[in-house]
């Protein structure tokens, strides 16, 4: 299957900082990644849909300030928390699908953010 | 409200034995469903994906199933390993625009 990469796997930070973790299609160009956030036994719920060249879509309740998110090529987005606080400590995944568009979608390995 | 459910949120089983692991979502309207595996602490794995057009697809032990009137998927393992002790996840794209809309996932415990 395809393959997407995230970056960093886990990152510590003190809060009021700003962390940026990426998320890269490794083997093929995704014009649509996907931003999911994973709270501790709970499952993932849809942050936003990162689309390259324009503006990220941000589900309800996600604040797009806070988070944000750039889709600058076809093979890279990146998701910002900005301002961190302690409440955003989670585990964030990145998915895109290929442009066979299957309707299939790979996702990346997570990133464990905790902010102190 | 479109919702996916995954019952039991655990199952332990001996090693060996056939199992269904179930997931069920509201709106029939659906696109396609898809299987995940989820180690602890690591991404997701895509297992299966199965169309709305479709009843069911298989991949080695794997056979996953879709019935659409009745609002359910099954996901069946087929002679199981202690290799396949993991948290499966089932997801449901209601709108076509492959927004996942995941269920709590099940943790899978097999014993050697």
């Known amino acids: 299957g395809a393959v997407v990469s995230q970056h960093p796997s886990w990152v510590i930070c003190k809060s009021g900082t700003s962390v940026k973790i990426e998320c890269r299609s490794l083997d093929f160009q995704a014009t649509t990644m996907f931003w999911y956030r994973q709270f501790p036994k709970q499952s993932l719920m849809l942050m936003a849909t990162s689309n390259e060249g324009s503006k990220a879509t941000y589900e309800q309740g996600v604040e797009k300030d806070k988070f944000l998110i750039n889709h600058a090529s076809l093979t890279l987005s990146t998701l910002t928390v900005t301002s961190a606080h302690p409440e955003d400590s989670s585990f964030y995944i990145c998915s895109a699908s290929t442009p066979e568009a299957t309707g299939e979608l790979f996702f990346g390995e997570g990133s464990r953010l905790t902010v102190l | 409200k479109q919702e996916v459910t995954q019952i039991p949120a655990a199952l332990s089983v001996p090693e060996g034995e056939n199992l269904v692991l179930n997931c069920s979502f509201t709106d029939s309207a659906i696109y396609n469903l898809q299987w995940f595996r989820q180690d602890p602490g690591k991404g997701l794995t895509s297992l299966l994906l199965i169309q709305s057009s479709q009843r069911e697809q298989t991949s080695g032990r794997l056979n996953a199933s879709l019935d659409k009137s009745s609002g359910r998927s099954t996901l069946y393992i087929a002679a199981s390993q202690p290799g396949d002790s993991a948290t499966y996840l089932c997801?449901?794209?209601?709108?076509?625009?492959?927004?996942?809309?995941f269920g709590q996932g099940t943790r899978l415990t097999i014993n050697p």
């Open positions: 997801a449901a794209d209601f709108q076509g625009a492959q927004k996942l809309v």
